[in-house]
């Protein structure tokens, strides 16, 4: 199974699908030889530009209007995509929010229930509507990539939301793929990708750490989806994430305070955060 393309002739389901990274993987999809496209967003307008663009490949590509923050739009939007495509093989948990603030200027609501709700419950009402059926289809490979970051990996001052996000999201996953494996769902493979900075607007302002340029989204696409292709476990790019959790994880915390503060600057990289104007 290792040597069989997982995404050929699969339904590809992506949320976050409307532009950035989530647009990148559904070009990945089809490049792969997807059969069909479920691509979900909140943005209709820029949801409908691309599903037009992308079905002039004469593939299936449909648009799912959800706001995943909504236990009740999952349902409904997955209710949708398994009467229509059928139940997904692959699944990409790709969209998310930042809010960068310290932690007592965030909205109880807004920013504190909002970024939980969008970037840890939403990959995991979304994986569990779909799960049973990937489970029950053992005769294909299937995978779940889950899009984390090096933020739920280590402490960084102004992200403390953010952050606890993320962790939440690498326990979920992580602790998912080892359930799987011990069941005998040998067929599913759960990818978590803990990237660093990407250019995509969404981190407007914020400076990479020392060794740590801020990535492409095609560079950071390339890398967790090849990830997602093997199955491997976690992918953290660039290497510098995986150097900053071994010493985080040998430093007593105060020496790691300094390291991280004064050598590699990671707890002032969000300093001049701005954000994109719409998050």
Request: proline fraction near 5%; glycine fraction near 8%; include cysteine.
């Amino acid at each position: 199974m290792a040597t069989r393309n997982p995404v050929a002739g699969a339904t590809v389901l992506i949320t976050g699908a409307a532009r950035g990274m989530g647009a990148l993987y559904a070009r990945r999809a089809l490049a792969a030889g997807a059969r069909a496209l479920a691509l979900w967003d909140i943005d209709q307008a820029a949801l409908d530009e691309q599903v037009t663009e992308l079905r002039a490949s004469g593939a299936d590509v449909r648009g799912y209007r959800v706001d995943i923050s909504q236990l009740e739009e999952i349902r409904a939007g997955a209710a949708r995509v398994r009467e229509e495509l059928g139940a997904p093989q692959i699944l990409i948990n790709n969209a998310g929010i930042v809010r960068g603030a310290p932690f007592w200027e965030h909205d109880d609501v807004r920013d504190i229930e909002g970024t939980m709700r969008v970037n840890a419950l939403a990959a995991m009402w979304l994986t569990r509507q779909f799960l049973p059926d990937m489970m029950a289809d053992a005769g294909r490979p299937h995978r779940i990539l889950n899009i984390a970051s090096a933020a739920g990996t280590l402490a960084n001052p102004n992200m403390s939301v953010y952050a606890a996000s993320k962790w939440a999201l690498i326990g979920w996953s992580d602790s998912l793929r080892l359930e799987l494996v011990a069941s005998g769902h040998r067929h599913i493979a759960v990818t978590t990708f803990c990237p660093s900075y990407i250019s995509t607007g969404m981190f407007a302002g914020a400076r990479g750490p020392l060794l740590t340029p801020i990535m492409t989204p095609r560079a950071a696409t390339r890398a967790a989806w090849h990830g997602m292709l093997r199955g491997t476990p976690m992918v953290l790019r660039p290497w510098t994430v995986k150097l900053a959790m071994a010493l985080r994880g040998v430093l007593p915390t105060r020496v790691w305070d300094l390291v991280a503060d004064r050598v590699f600057k990671v707890y002032s990289s969000m300093d001049e955060f701005t954000g994109r104007p719409a998050d």
